[in-house]
């Protein structure tokens, strides 16, 4: 089993910055896939950011591309989610999630998941 621990999220303007963190201890794997999803109010989780523990192959959602950047710590068993230039529309809960394999952006194939932390961003 693997566990997977978020951290750092928090209230925030509109233009600024923060940064997730997404322990993950237990059965970790080096063939595993981690991947960032949200979920705003009212809508489905939606997948961010990927990125394949051994390669650092990354994915990420056009919305998110040039101002969100996920990378990892193999020491740490720590992965990243750095958040730039925050939109309100970035406002939800965000989770990290693991699977075996590939950095795929399908909801469905992580098997593995944290319990979320909170960004909330205000215009």
């Known amino acids: 089993q693997v566990q997977l621990v978020e951290s750092g999220g928090g209230l925030g303007q509109a233009g600024g910055s923060r940064r997730l963190a997404c322990a993950a201890s237990?059965?970790?794997?080096?063939?595993?896939?981690m991947g960032w999803f949200r979920q705003a109010p009212g809508k489905g989780r939606e997948f961010v950011a990927g990125?394949?523990?051994?390669?650092?192959?990354?994915l990420y959602a056009d919305s998110v591309k040039g101002r969100f950047t996920i990378s990892r710590d193999i020491a740490k068993n720590t992965v990243y989610l750095q958040m730039n230039s925050l939109k309100p529309e970035d406002t939800a809960v965000y989770y990290c999630?693991?699977?075996?394999?590939?950095?795929?952006?399908?909801?469905?194939?992580?098997?593995?998941w944290g319990q979320g932390t909170q960004v909330t961003v205000s215009s």
């Open positions: 999630a693991a699977r075996y394999g590939s950095v795929v952006s399908t909801r469905y194939e992580y098997i593995h």
């Open positions: 990125i394949s523990w051994r390669g650092g192959n990354t």
């Open positions: 237990g059965r970790t794997c080096s063939s595993y896939a």
